[in-house]
């Protein structure tokens, strides 16, 4: 079982910037997928930005396309979130997850019920 652990999350204000990590251990070859995914206050949790570890095909959703970047080291199987023109409906808890089975037709999923790791998760709050 691969271990994910998030860092990077906390109070910025409308039309900031943060930038979220994520750090795997375990056995993450030959193929694996990681992303985001984040579940504001009331709300089921939902698909922000995705991965393949050790390509640089990217999935978003699109109420992040053109804020969120999201980018990989995969000699440190380490993935990062850049949030850029962060807004008030951004507040969430973010979490990162990463599966072998997360890669669909060689790009990776935005289906949660395709990854099978998760990190404890990083609040994002975002003040108007």
């Known amino acids: 079982q691969v271990q994910l652990v998030e860092s990077g999350g906390g109070l910025v204000q409308t039309g900031g910037s943060l930038r979220l990590s994520c750090s795997a251990s375990g056995r993450t070859w030959p193929n694996y997928a990681m992303g985001w995914f984040r579940q504001p206050p009331g709300k089921e949790r939902e698909f922000v930005a995705a991965i393949i570890l050790v390509a640089t095909t990217e999935n978003y959703a699109d109420s992040v396309k053109g804020r969120f970047t999201i980018s990989r080291d995969s000699a440190k199987s380490t993935v990062y979130l850049q949030m850029n023109s962060l807004q008030p409906e951004d507040t969430a808890v973010y979490y990162c997850?990463?599966?072998?089975?997360?890669?669909?037709?060689?790009?990776?999923?935005?289906?949660?019920?395709?990854?099978?790791?998760w990190g404890q998760g990083t609040r994002v709050t975002v003040s108007s």
């Open positions: 997850a990463g599966g072998h089975r997360a890669i669909k037709f060689r790009r990776p999923s935005a289906s949660e019920d395709d990854y099978d790791s």
